[in-house]
């Protein structure tokens, strides 16, 4: 098995801003792009040299997957230039964001606009519901737990850095943990650019921002 294996979620993205933005006021958001194109926003960029500072002093990983979402890739370009060392690096497809489908790029206010019977199941169905075209929590747990047990069987002893989504380092903690999906809110919301990290199946930390300081704006 890895030695230690590191979850992060990306840095703040420019959706991630939007939404934000409008959840102050109930304002419908519909991006209307293609969701792995989207990059980080400018308080996303600070985050992620934060990130990769703190994985610096505590011990940069030998070997990294990140998503190949664009918001993910430029995360980690930002805490590779903070590390000594270039470790074994590798786009992981399996590691992607939860796909939405028909419903990707908008917040919940738009989808009930436009949508309104997908919006009732999304909130009442919470992680048994697939969007049209998309896909279901147990779907994207389903392949994390693949990634992981290729880690599993390719990185013994090594420091292993996990870059995705945040849909995605709380399927990390479903599958290495085994908590229940249905006990999973109490980990929420995964914050951007924190840092999660398991020995084995013992977690030493989650969803830990306290390297970001200031970094707020």
């Known amino acids: 098995m890895p030695s230690v294996i590191i979850a992060v979620r990306h840095g703040q993205s420019a959706s991630n801003a939007a939404f934000d933005e409008a959840s102050a006021t109930g304002a419908a958001v519909d991006l209307g792009e293609p969701d792995h194109g989207t990059p980080l926003s400018p308080l996303g960029r600070r985050q992620a040299t934060e ?11 030998e070997v990294v997957r990140c998503s190949p979402y664009r ?12 590390l000594d ?5 590798r786009l992981e497809a399996r590691l992607r964001d939860r796909e939405m489908g028909t419903l990707s790029g908008m917040n919940l206010t738009a989808i009930r606009e436009r949508f ?8 009442s169905r919470r ?4 969007a049209p075209e998309g896909e279901s929590i147990p779907d994207v747990a389903g ?7 290729d880690l599993h069987a ?7 850095l996990i870059v995705a989504h945040d849909a995605v380092v ?3 903690k479903h599958v290495i943990e085994g908590v229940p999906l249905n006990s999973l809110d109490a980990f929420l919301p995964v914050r951007n650019a924190s840092v999660s990290a398991w020995r084995g199946t013992r977690p030493e930390i989650f969803n830990d921002v306290g390297h970001l300081g200031s970094v707020t704006f």
Not at 71 to 82: M, S
Not at 116 to 123: F, N, S, T
């Open 127 to 130: 992680y048994s519901y697939r």
């Open 51 to 61: 990130l990769g500072r703190r994985l610096s002093a505590e011990g940069a990983p």
């Open 71 to 82: 918001r993910a890739v430029q995360t980690w370009e930002l805490i590779a230039a903070e």
């Open 116 to 123: 309104p019977e997908e919006a009732e199941a999304l909130v």
């Open 143 to 149: 392949r994390v737990r693949e990634v992981l047990a």
């Open 85 to 89: 060392m270039a470790p074994e690096f």
């Open 154 to 160: 390719e990185c013994a002893g090594r420091r292993v």
């Open 170 to 172: 709380l399927m990390v």
